[in-house]
């Protein structure tokens, strides 16, 4: 069974950085994707960023060019680097991870609160 741990998260002004941690048990290489998601309140879970084993990594529009998703299988971790945050970043971030057999394994993390002050 994969667990998956977040931390990092907290509050800071805009314009500010934060990186958030996902900590996996287990080996991260077992893992097809890791992803993180958002969900502000009253809205729903929105994608922000996945990445690949292989390393390839998406984004939302909303964060491109601020956020930057990677991983350090060594430390069977997944990051999640914020900066130039914006109020409209507030949310709590949960940790992803999918493995993909026969069928599709999707485990989730219990999430981080990021709030960002204007």
């Known amino acids: 069974q994969v667990q998956l741990v977040e931390s990092g998260g907290g509050l800071v002004q805009a314009g500010g950085s934060l990186r958030l941690s996902c900590v996996v048990s287990?080996?991260?290489?077992?893992?097809?994707?890791m992803a993180w998601y958002r969900q502000a309140p009253g809205k729903q879970r929105e994608l922000v960023a996945t990445?690949?084993?292989?390393?390839?990594?998406n984004y939302a529009d909303s964060v491109k060019g601020r956020f930057t998703i990677s991983r350090d299988n060594a430390k069977n971790t997944v990051y999640l680097q914020m900066n130039s945050l914006k109020p409209e970043d507030t949310a709590v971030y949960l940790c992803?991870?999918?493995?993909?057999?026969?069928?599709?394994?999707?485990?989730w993390g219990q999430g981080t609160q990021v709030t960002v002050s204007s």
């Open positions: 992803n991870a999918q493995r993909r057999t026969s069928i599709t394994y999707v485990y």
């Open positions: 990445i690949t084993r292989a390393g390839t990594t």
């Open positions: 287990g080996s991260i290489l077992s893992l097809d994707t």
